[in-house]
C-alpha cells in the first residue's frame, strides 16, 4: 500500500458534507412528495396490476 | 396508434425457477450437513473435503448466490418484462446469464470443498471465479438496461429502481472487495492487510446483504405483493422515499461488525449511527408491503402464498429492527462472536430471503404454465413447515447466543473467570444445535414438498414459452417538458437513476475509506510486529484452505473478560501485514489471536497441537471440532514459496531485497527446529514436511511480536 500522511486537515468536513448531502436530497424528495399529482401516483401505482394483458 | 403485439420470454423465467429450487435443496441440505457437524463431529466424515471449515462456506454460497442469486434472477426477468411491457432485451444474453451463473455456481461447490478460498466471508471465491461474477453481472445489467432502453411503458416502476440500484451497488462492492494480488491460478492475496481489509470486507459484507439480499427483493415484494393481492402498493410516495434513504444509508453500515475491534473508534461510530437511522426506512418497506393488505386480510386467511408474503415481511421487520439493535456497543459486547448472530442472519435468510422466494415460485410457476397450483394443501403444509423450522431454528440459537455471551463474561466473587475453559461454554449448548439442526430440517421438508407440487403443477400444464401480450408502442417525446420536478424527471431517464443511485451508494464507503487509508493515526504500525517467516506464511494459508477463521476468531477485544482469558487485546498495528485479514466473525471456538504468545493462557506447545490436530478429543475432551490427519500425513507444498514472497513484498511487507532465493532454506531450516522439538522434548516423530509442522509455527505466530520489547 502507499505510504500514509499524518492527517488530512478538516477530515470532519467530509462527514459533515455528506450527511448536508443527504438531508438536502432527502427534504427536496419528500417535497417533490407532498406535491406530486394524485393521478399520477395511482396510475404509476397500478402499474403491476395492468401487465397482463393475455 | 395501433398496439404492438409481442411476447414475454418465459422460458428464461422457468430456468431460473429451476435453478432456485435444485440449488435451494442442495444449500439447504449442506445446511443440515454443518449444522449436525456442531454436535457431532463424526458428521465431518473424518475427510478432508467436508469438514465444517470448508463446507461452512459452501453453505452460505449456495444459500446466498445460488439459491437467492437465482430466485432474483427469476423475479426479475418475470416482472421487469411485464413492467416494461418487453421481452428481454436479448435471448442470447438471458441464455449466457443464465448458465454463466449455473457454472460460477458449479465452480464454487467445487473449490471450497477442495480448500480453494480466498477466506473473506460471502466473498470466499478465488480470482478466475471472481472475474467470471464480474462479467456475468455485466451481462445481466446489459440485457436488464437493453429491456428498459425499448420499454413500451414510459415511467419505471419503483421495483425497477431497486433492480438498477442493486445491479450497480453489487458490481461496486465485489469489485473492490474482490481486488487481490493473484500468485497462480487459483491463489491469491488480498490487496488490503488488516484493518484496512477488515473494513473493506466488511463494507461488502453488510452491503452484500443489503443490496443482494435486500434490495433485490424489495423491488420484487413492490412487484409481487399488489399482484397477490390484486391491488396497488399502499403508498407508492413512501416507496419512493424508502428507495432513496434506503441506499444512501445503508452502505454505511459495515463498520458495526467490527465494534470493539482495532477499527479506529469514528469508523466504528459511524456504523452505529447509520445502523440506528436504517430502522426508518426499512420498517417503512415492510409496513408499506403489508399495509397493501389493508381491506384485504381476509385474502390472507384462504391463501398460503400470502401468508408466505405476510410472514415473510414480518421476518424482514424483525431482523431490520434486530440488526439496528445488535449495532449498539452494549448488546453487541456480549452479541457479536455468538449464536445470537447465527440467528439473526437466519430470520432474515430463513423468513424474509425463503419465504418470498417460495411465495414467488408459488405465484409464478402456475402463470407461466396456464394452470393452478396442483396442491393447495401442500403449500400450507409447506408454509407450516417453513414458519415451525424458522422458529425451532432461532428460538434454541438465541438461547445459545445469550448462554455463550453470557458465560464468556461471567467472574467469580473471586474474581477469577467462572468458566475458563472455553469447551465447556461449547458443550453447554450442545442441546440447543440439535435442535436447530431440527428446525432446519423442518424447513428443508417443507422445501422439498415445494419442489414436489410445483414440478407436478408442471407436468399437468404446458410452458406458455413465448407469452402473447400487446400495449402500445412508447413514443419518444421531442418537446421538452418544462416546468416538470426534477425527480418525475429522473424516474423516467433509467441512465440517471443509474448514477444518481452511484452517488448514493458510494458517499457513505467514500467517507469511512479515504481516512482509513490514507491517515497515518488510524493505522498505527507497531515497531517489533515482524512478517510472517516463509514456514508461517505456508501455516497461514494451510489455515485459510481449512477455513479455521470459520470458527476461530483473531481479535481480543477490550473487555476485561477477554483479556484474561485471552491475553492482551488487539490493535490495528498487529495486523498490518496480514494478507488478508483473519479476525473471524464467530467463535465456535476459543480466539487465537494470542495462540503464539507465551505468556497467554492460550498458547500451548508443539505437541499439544500436534495432538489436537490429530484428534482433537485427546486434549479436549468432548470437543466438537474435527480432526485433521491429513495434515500428518500429507506433505506441504512449498513450490511456489518464492513467488508468495514476492507477491507479499508487493504488497507493501517489508521483506528485505532478494529475500525470495533464500525463502526455502529459511523455511525448513525452522521446519527443522519445530520437528526436532517434536522429536526429542515429545517423543513424537514428525518429518519437517508435513502440513501439520507449519500451521503449528502459524500458530506460534500469532500475538507472539506483542511480547518483545
Redesign the interface.
Known amino acids: 500500500?502507499g505510504k500514509?500522511?499524518?492527517?488530512?486537515d478538516g477530515?470532519s468536513v467530509?462527514?459533515i458534507v455528506?450527511l448536508m448531502?443527504?438531508l438536502i436530497?432527502?427534504i427536496?424528495?419528500?417535497f417533490?412528495?407532498l406535491?406530486?399529482n394524485k393521478e399520477?401516483?395511482?396510475?404509476?401505482?397500478?402499474?403491476?396490476?395492468e401487465?397482463?394483458?393475455? | 396508434m395501433q398496439k404492438e403485439i409481442f411476447n414475454y420470454d418465459n422460458k428464461i423465467v422457468r430456468n431460473f425457477a429451476i435453478a432456485t429450487a435444485i440449488w435451494g435443496i442442495v444449500g439447504m441440505l449442506v445446511g443440515i450437513i454443518v449444522a449436525s457437524q456442531l454436535f457431532e463431529p463424526y458428521f465431518n466424515f473424518n475427510s478432508k473435503y467436508v469438514t465444517f471449515g470448508r463446507l461452512r462456506p459452501l453453505h452460505t454460497n449456495a444459500i446466498i448466490f445460488a439459491f437467492i442469486g437465482n430466485a432474483i434472477f427469476m423475479g426479475v426477468y418475470y416482472s421487469l418484462q411485464r413492467l416494461t411491457k418487453a421481452r428481454m432485451y436479448s435471448d442470447a444474453l438471458s441464455k449466457i446469464h443464465f448458465w454463466g451463473w449455473q457454472l460460477i455456481i458449479v465452480a464454487a461447490a467445487i473449490t471450497l470443498p477442495l480448500g480453494i478460498t480466498t477466506s473473506k466471508e460471502y466473498a470466499e471465491l478465488e480470482w478466475p471465479i471472481d472475474i467470471a461474477i464480474a462479467l456475468i453481472w455485466v451481462v445481466f445489467g446489459w440485457n436488464m438496461f437493453g429491456t428498459i432502453y425499448k420499454r413500451r411503458e414510459k415511467h419505471l416502476y419503483v421495483a425497477i429502481w431497486f433492480y438498477i440500484a442493486t445491479f450497480i451497488t453489487v458490481a461496486m462492492l465485489h469489485i473492490v472487495n474482490s481486488f487481490a494480488l493473484p500468485i497462480g491460478f487459483l491463489k491469491s492475496y488480498s490487496w488490503y492487510a488488516g484493518v484496512q481489509d477488515a473494513l473493506v470486507q466488511w463494507w461488502y459484507g453488510h452491503n452484500a446483504v443489503a443490496f443482494f439480499l435486500t434490495t433485490p427483493f424489495l423491488g420484487l415484494m413492490y412487484y409481487f405483493m399488489p399482484k397477490m393481492a390484486n391491488r396497488p402498493v399502499y403508498s407508492y410516495r413512501l416507496s419512493i422515499l424508502h428507495f432513496w434513504s434506503l441506499i444512501f444509508l445503508y452502505i454505511w453500515a459495515g463498520p458495526h461488525h467490527l465494534l470493539y475491534t482495532s477499527l479506529p473508534g469514528w469508523a466504528q461510530t459511524l456504523g452505529v449511527i447509520f445502523s440506528i437511522m436504517l430502522i426508518a426506512p426499512s420498517w417503512g418497506g415492510m409496513l408499506n408491503g403489508l399495509l397493501t393488505l389493508r381491506g384485504a386480510w381476509d385474502k390472507v386467511r384462504d391463501d398460503a402464498v400470502l401468508k408466505f408474503m405476510v410472514v415473510g415481511l414480518t421476518a424482514y421487520g424483525m431482523s431490520t429492527f434486530e440488526g439496528p439493535m445488535l449495532s449498539l456497543k452494549n448488546v453487541n459486547a456480549i452479541a457479536h462472536f455468538t449464536d445470537w448472530i447465527v440467528a439473526h442472519v437466519h430470520i432474515g435468510a430463513l423468513g424474509w430471503n425463503g419465504l418470498l422466494t417460495f411465495a414467488i415460485l408459488y405465484y409464478i410457476i402456475p402463470e407461466i404454465y396456464n394452470v393452478s397450483i396442483y396442491s393447495k394443501k401442500a403449500v400450507s403444509s409447506h408454509f407450516w413447515l417453513a414458519t415451525l423450522g424458522i422458529l425451532f431454528y432461532a428460538i434454541p440459537m438465541y438461547f445459545s447466543g445469550f448462554t455463550q455471551g453470557l458465560m464468556w463474561k461471567e467472574f467469580t466473587a473471586e474474581g477469577m473467570l467462572k468458566y475458563p475453559n472455553f469447551l465447556e461454554t461449547t458443550l453447554q449448548i450442545i442441546p440447543m444445535h440439535m435442535l436447530r439442526a431440527f428446525g432446519g430440517t423442518l424447513y428443508f421438508i417443507g422445501a422439498i414438498l415445494m419442489v414436489w407440487n410445483l414440478f407436478k403443477t408442471a407436468k399437468s400444464g404446458s410452458l406458455v414459452s413465448d407469452e402473447q401480450a400487446e400495449a402500445y408502442p412508447l413514443v419518444k417525446e421531442k418537446v421538452v417538458e418544462k416546468g416538470i420536478h426534477w425527480h418525475r424527471w429522473i424516474e423516467k431517464r433509467p441512465t440517471q437513476l443509474l448514477i444518481f443511485s452511484l452517488i448514493a451508494v458510494s458517499i457513505g464507503g467514500i467517507v469511512e475509506f479515504v481516512p482509513t487509508f490514507l491517515v497515518e493515526s488510524n493505522v498505527q504500525t507497531i515497531p517489533h510486529v515482524t512478517p510472517y517467516s516463509p514456514l508461517e506464511l505456508e501455516g497461514r494459508d494451510i489455515y485459510i484452505r481449512e477455513g479455521c477463521n470459520n470458527c476461530h476468531s483473531q481479535q481480543v477485544r477490550p473487555f476485561r473478560s477477554e483479556t484474561v482469558r485471552y491475553g492482551e487485546y488487539s490493535k490495528s498495528g498487529e495486523n498490518v501485514y496480514d494478507h488478508p485479514f483473519l479476525w473471524g466473525s464467530k467463535r465456535t471456538g476459543p480466539d487465537l489471536a494470542r495462540a503464539g504468545n507465551i505468556s497467554s493462557k492460550m498458547y500451548k506447545d508443539a505437541g499439544w497441537h500436534y495432538q489436537h490436530m490429530k484428534d482433537p478429543r485427546i486434549t479436549s475432551e468432548g470437543s466438537i471440532m474435527p480432526a485433521y490427519p491429513w495434515l500428518i500425513e500429507d506433505d506441504g507444498d512449498y513450490s511456489n514459496i518464492e513467488e508468495k514472497i514476492q507477491a507479499m513484498s508487493t504488497l507493501g511487507v517489508p521483506y528485505e531485497d532478494g529475500y525470495e532465493n533464500y525463502a526455502l532454506e529459511d523455511l525448513y531450516i525452522q521446519a527443522d527446529s519445530i520437528s526436532s522439538f517434536l522429536r526429542n522434548e515429545k517423543g513424537i516423530q514428525v518429518d519437517k514436511d508435513k502440513e501439520i509442522v507449519a500451521l503449528i509455527a502459524y500458530l506460534h505466530k500469532l500475538g507472539r511480536d506483542i511480547n518483545v520489547k
Open positions: 500500500m500514509m500522511i499524518g492527517f488530512v477530515a467530509f462527514l455528506a448531502i443527504f436530497v432527502f427536496a424528495v419528500a417533490y412528495l406535491i406530486m399520477t401516483v395511482a396510475e404509476v401505482a397500478a402499474l403491476p396490476l401487465d397482463n394483458i393475455r
